[in-house]
């Protein structure tokens, strides 16, 4: 990838996407899945919302707008069900999945079966976009100089290989490897990617919470025991980073490309996993070739910021250090603290400045709002008080920045 850095984006104020679904939202899309009301009706309502959502946005502020992902059900939207094929299976058997992946077991341990189950059943091919014209209604709203700032979200490539068993991905008739298999993927994210970019995209950001899972001492002691597994956890991670690299290696130069991480966003704001970046922070920040991190940073949980020494001077980190889950607020004397700590390991890693590392970074909500369509433990009130915050505390680090 190019030595040269991007910027604007991303901004020194982001937010990961997901917002608050308004109710009467929830409500007619509730009443779609029962057959109460049409398809139509619904889209004017989503609409509304979107108009609604993004007048907000820019009334706090912020470059990177997005749609909230109000017409999605799930932070991925329907990515691979668009694709030929793939299938979603509406009770999958639980013997299809790795159950000690994080956010399997979090399905299962609250009596939950496991979400939106999509899966391979014959060759795979793009046959049409199913973001595009979420995409292209955002950019309806706004000035065509301001497409480059919009940001959209997509699923991580591997969504639907991490969580199932060892040889169950795909059909072995079809696909004799995964590499096999990830080639046709990668296919796919390069149209996808080429049909948004020729709409006028050029901010995307990947959604990949499977990152975290690598960073997690149950989800590894859990994949050792698994004797059916073929490739150690570092064999896995070495191949989902070429898989990246392969779907997004194609892309323009001028076509900003974020990799979101986090350790999760279920119902009541529970998370999926625990542990620090430290273990995969090489591989992470410096073979995959993403330009920019924007990093689940608002408990313990995700671990202190040394793993930023390995971020190169080439690429962005956005520290997510206030929580979108519960709605007690952040300190901002001691958040701006935190953010001049991190510039600091930035600093160490690549023998610059405070000043300097500064300029690699920028901050977050942990995750989004509203990652499934009923949203995390808080109101519509809670969360805009914490994008202010985001607001307040990028102005007081980088003040006149956007």
């Known amino acids: 990838m190019s030595s040269e850095r991007h910027q604007k984006p991303p901004f020194r104020a982001e937010h990961l996407g997901s917002l608050l679904r308004p109710q009467d939202l929830l409500r007619k899309r509730a009443k779609v899945d029962k057959g109460d009301t049409d398809q139509e009706r619904l889209k004017q309502v989503e609409d509304e919302a979107v108009n609604n959502v993004v007048q907000m946005q820019e009334q706090m502020e912020f470059r990177a707008l997005t749609d909230g992902e109000y017409r999605r059900h799930m932070f991925w939207g329907t990515f691979f069900p668009g694709l030929e094929g793939f299938k979603e299976i509406e009770n999958p058997p639980l013997d299809l999945f790795r159950l000690y992946m994080p956010d399997i077991a979090a399905y299962t341990e609250t009596g939950h079966k496991p979400g939106e189950s999509v899966i391979c059943t014959g060759k795979i091919k793009h046959v049409g976009s199913t973001y595009v014209d979420q995409w292209k209604y955002l950019k309806g709203l706004i000035s ?117 991480i986090c350790r999760g966003n279920f119902v009541n704001s529970r998370h999926f996993s625990e542990g620090g970046y430290d273990r995969i ?122």
């Not at 699923?155 to 991490?162: F, G, K, L, N, Q």
């Not at 995209?201 to 004797?227: H, T």
Request: some cysteine.
């Open 281 to 402: 922070a090489v591989k992470l920040f410096q073979h995959l070739n993403v330009d920019t991190y924007y990093l689940e940073y608002d408990t313990p949980r995700a671990g202190g910021f040394e793993p930023l020494k390995s971020l190169p001077r080439n690429k962005n980190a956005i520290l997510g250090v206030i929580t979108s889950k519960f709605p007690k607020l952040e300190d901002l004397t001691e958040m701006k603290k935190r953010v001049y700590e991190a510039a600091d390991y930035v600093a160490e890693g690549n023998n610059i400045s405070r000043e300097e590392a500064l300029k690699q970074l920028g901050v977050s909500p942990q995750c989004g709002f509203a990652s499934h369509s009923s949203g995390n433990a808080v109101t519509v009130n809670d969360m805009e008080t914490k994008l202010k915050l985001v607001r307040e505390l990028a102005d007081s680090v980088w003040p006149g920045e956007p």
């Open 144 to 260: 065509k100089e301001r497409w480059g700032e919009c940001k959209l979200t997509l699923a991580a490539p591997e969504w639907y290989h991490m969580r199932y068993r060892e040889g169950l991905a795909y059909p072995k008739e079809v696909y004799k490897s995964d590499e096999e298999y990830f080639a046709d993927i990668a296919l796919a994210y390069q149209t996808e990617l080429k049909i948004l970019y020729d709409e006028g995209l050029r901010n995307v950001q990947i959604d990949d919470p499977n990152f975290a899972y690598f960073c997690s001492e149950k989800m590894l002691a859990g994949w050792k025991e698994d004797k059916t597994n073929k490739k150690t956890t570092e064999d896995l991670l070495d191949l989902y980073i070429k898989l990246y690299n392969d779907c997004i290696g194609k892309r323009p130069r001028d076509m900003h490309v974020g990799l979101h």
